[in-house]
Every structure is written in C-alpha cells, then in structure tokens.
C-alpha cells in the first residue's frame, strides 16, 4: 500500500462517570481528503464534500463508528473531544469501517470514511 500520511484512531471509553479518549496504535495510511467549496465545478453531490477516505492496513486494535481519526501522531490522552479539536486540525469522525480481508495479505487493508 502506498501511504502519504500518519494517522491515529482515537477512541472513547468511559471510566467511571468521566469519558476518556484514548489513542489507539498510529500507522501509516494512505489519505485522501475531498473538500470543495463550488460543488458545480466539482461535479460532487451534496454528500461526497468535506469527506475523508483512509486506508489503512488491518490492524488488532477495535475501533467503530463515532470513534476519532487524527492525521499524525497522538500519545496522549484526552478528557473531551473539544480538546481534541483544538490541538488537531485534521480531526474527523468515522462514519464508516470497511474491512477488506480477502485476497493476499498485501491487499487487505481497512477503509475509513470521516466527515
């Protein structure tokens, strides 16, 4: 897989009454990102602006929809997504997970959807 950029899944987990996000392993991916401002001239949907697309190679780590992706690397841990926002730019939601695990091992890899 050809890969442009780091990115880190941060994911939420709840201890005691408290949310802590927690970054999850960072790996290399393959970024691409769409955000277009004259849809016209594009000739995108409503939908496909401001989307986020990675893949990534399969990694052990669980993470879901609703979990964070943060282009570069993350170690430390958060107490609200706000803070999150405010140290990352490219900070997106998942809003899809895709598993390809079929083929050669060369081939299988995860796709992201972000928004």
Do not use: C
């Not at 496909?48 to 697309?53: A, F, G, L, R």
């Not at 992706?69 to 999150?84: F, N, Q």
């Amino acid at each position: 897989m050809l890969t442009n950029a780091v990115a880190t899944i941060i994911t939420k987990v709840r201890q005691g009454r408290a949310d802590v996000y927690k970054p999850l392993e960072s790996v290399k991916v393959h970024w691409e990102d769409s955000r277009g401002y004259n849809i016209l001239q594009s000739s995108r949907a409503l939908n496909e602006v401001d989307n986020i697309t990675v893949y990534m190679p399969i990694i052990d780590e669980k993470f879901k929809v609703d979990d964070y992706i943060v282009r570069g690397e993350v170690t430390k841990e958060y107490t609200s997504d706000k803070e999150l926002f405010e140290d990352f730019e490219d900070t997106f939601i998942i809003t899809s997970v895709d598993k390809y695990d079929y083929g050669s091992p060369e081939m299988q890899h995860i796709r992201i959807g972000a928004k």
